[in-house]
């Protein structure tokens, strides 16, 4: 007599889900793995025509994890009798219908050129892979089948900057179901278990964000440059007030940034907010004054103020000749929308570890400061660009996409240029 089987409930609805993809994700122990074979399983036992395969980045960890969890999957239902199973191959058949599950790794691209006939396709581990190869996986899964086409993605959310977030969670994707799952939902997880799960989290809030709640992590940074931004507190949603917009800019054309923002003091204290980013590849000054024009009013321009990059002030650049004359960049800038006294770039850059220190201070103890949750380059860039042993910003790390800190640089400017004595005066800012 065949066992009962036992599915969460959490599950149950997705059973029947016929989406082209079902993404499973969540905190450790959720069962969303469990899950994945159970699904496979009761298919693969109901009607005829379904091929299976099971995907790991690298091929030798599919043994110890896929295939033997969708072996005990069968065992569980008590139908091992049912199916031939080549442990050499790693590939298992079910003798009545002919259904089989394969298993496959992406360092071994060769075998899985020669696979054919895929009807669905399980990945274990999604974050493992790079985008490209989920499109090669994605275009492989085609042609007329007698059942639906699916691939199940299950994995924890160990990066937030991770391709599947931007693909799936960031954008709205035709035919796609998101489950989210902690172990919270798994019925069947043991107490010791979730004792062990609680204690390592107790030692890693990065640790606690992915593994216990579900929710997106970030990789580590060993020396953070900026250790005090927190992001559900600095960041949201801004609204732009009725005050004069500042514009810090460094010069950097891979990419050339320029962030805005507002600061000012009112009764109730004073107010940072950045509200917008302008990145650019491979383009020069005059490309950047074209991109302002088009970006904001007549009025915007002619009560804005603008810092950035000293060194400027010294070195010419491309797009250089104006009218005949060498100007460096912040001549043009300045000429571009008549600043004169609003263009307010001191004659040398901060100090990076001093400004590194007010960066931490005002994060840590300012009252109201927030950057607006479009600003996905500066954000990434606070959150991972990492410090040296001196203090100063590790240029090690710069050919990173988040550790070029080309926006927290503009960040930095902006700071010692509105912001030059709140370590020194912090009652000025509210700070008590």
């Avoid at 107010?271 to 491979?282: D, Q, S, T």
């Avoid at 490309?287 to 904001?296: C, T, V």
């Avoid at 929308?337 to 901060?350: E, I, S």
């Avoid at 927290?408 to 000025?428: G, V």
């Amino acid at each position: 007599m065949q066992k009962e089987i036992l599915v969460n409930d959490i599950y149950l609805p997705y059973l029947e889900n016929t989406d082209r993809y079902l993404i499973l994700y969540g905190s450790a122990g959720s069962g969303k793995s469990v899950f994945a074979a159970q699904k496979i399983i009761l298919r693969l036992t109901t009607g005829k025509g379904h091929r299976f395969l099971a995907i790991r980045k690298v091929a030798n960890t599919l043994r110890s994890s896929v295939y033997q969890l969708l072996i005990d999957t069968i065992d569980s239902f008590d139908i091992r009798k049912e199916f031939t199973i080549n442990k050499s191959e790693m590939r298992i058949t079910h003798d009545a219908t002919g259904n089989e599950i394969l298993m496959g790794g992406l360092d071994d691209v060769e075998k899985l050129k020669s696979i054919t006939g895929i009807t669905s396709v399980w990945i274990e581990e999604a974050t493992e892979l790079k985008a490209d190869d989920f499109d090669q996986i994605d275009l492989r899964l085609r042609g007329e089948t007698p059942h639906y086409k699916q691939i199940i993605l299950s994995f924890n959310p160990i990066d937030e900057r991770h391709w599947l977030k931007e693909r799936f969670f960031d954008n709205e994707v035709d035919g796609c179901s998101i489950l989210k799952t902690t172990y919270r939902d798994n019925e069947f997880l043991d107490d010791e278990y979730k004792r062990t799960l609680e204690l390592k989290a107790k030692v890693n809030p990065n640790y606690y964000r992915i593994y216990v709640l579900g929710l997106w992590g970030r990789e580590d940074t060993e020396k953070p440059f900026i250790y005090n931004f927190n992001r559900d507190k600095h960041t949201g949603k801004v609204a732009r007030v009725d005050k004069e917009l500042r514009f810090s800019t460094d010069f950097n054309f891979n990419p050339f940034v320029t962030i805005v923002g507002q600061a000012w003091f009112d009764k109730d204290g004073h107010h940072i907010r950045i509200l917008k980013e302008h990145a650019m590849v491979n383009k020069g000054v005059l490309d950047k004054i074209e991109l302002i024009k088009n970006s904001y009013t007549q009025k915007d321009l002619a009560t804005c103020l603008w810092t950035g990059d000293a060194t400027q002030r010294k070195r010419t650049v491309e797009q250089n000749i104006v009218n005949g004359k060498n100007l460096h960049a912040w001549e043009q800038i300045d000429r571009a929308f008549n600043l004169r006294r609003r263009l307010q770039v001191p004659n040398v850059n901060p100090n990076v570890s001093t400004s590194r220190d007010v960066c931490n201070f005002i994060f840590a103890l300012h009252p109201d400061i927030i950057i607006d949750e479009g600003c996905t380059l500066l954000i990434n860039e606070i959150l991972y660009t990492e410090a040296d042993d001196e203090g100063k910003i590790n240029k090690k790390n710069r050919n990173k996409e988040s550790q070029k800190a080309d926006a927290l640089d503009c960040l930095r400017y902006y700071f010692n240029t509105w912001c030059p004595d709140i370590m020194q005066r912090p009652e000025k800012y509210g700070i008590r």
